[in-house]
């Protein structure tokens, strides 16, 4: 399994960035992908999470209401629109996947990763 990001970057305080993970490789249909991001002296937090099964998604307190998850499993893509972006949510975001359900992933997490994109967000 591939994994690779795209649309990191940096961007004031209250802007927005969209980021598209394509997986490539998959030798199964369901699954659950989606974003995890650490930053610097902060342990890896997972930012949101969608599954391909049932479209059920995860938010992290600290993005919901401002983070908007979506998939294209056609095409194995997934999108995460970040809107109102504050300092907080500067990190490296990595694209991550596993076989089956949200469930699946809260026990076990995530078996593949991509290389992640820097977001930067300045006040």
């Known amino acids: 399994v591939q994994l690779v990001e795209s649309g990191g970057g940096s961007v004031q305080a209250g802007g927005s960035l969209r980021l598209t993970c394509s997986a490539s490789g998959l030798t199964f249909n369901e699954y659950t992908i989606g974003w995890l991001r650490q930053s610097p002296g902060k342990e890896r937090e997972g930012v949101s999470v969608?599954?391909?099964?049932?479209?059920?998604?995860y938010y992290a307190d600290s993005v919901r209401g401002r983070f908007t998850i979506s998939g294209d499993f056609d095409k194995d893509t997934v999108y995460l629109q970040m809107n109102n972006l504050s300092p907080d949510d500067t990190a490296i975001y990595y694209c991550?996947?596993?076989?089956?359900?949200?469930?699946?992933?809260?026990?076990?997490?995530?078996?593949?990763w991509g290389k992640g994109t820097q977001v930067t967000v300045s006040s």
């Open positions: 991550a996947l596993t076989t089956g359900t949200l469930i699946d992933y809260v026990r076990y997490g995530m078996s593949s």
């Open positions: 969608i599954s391909s099964l049932d479209r059920a998604t």
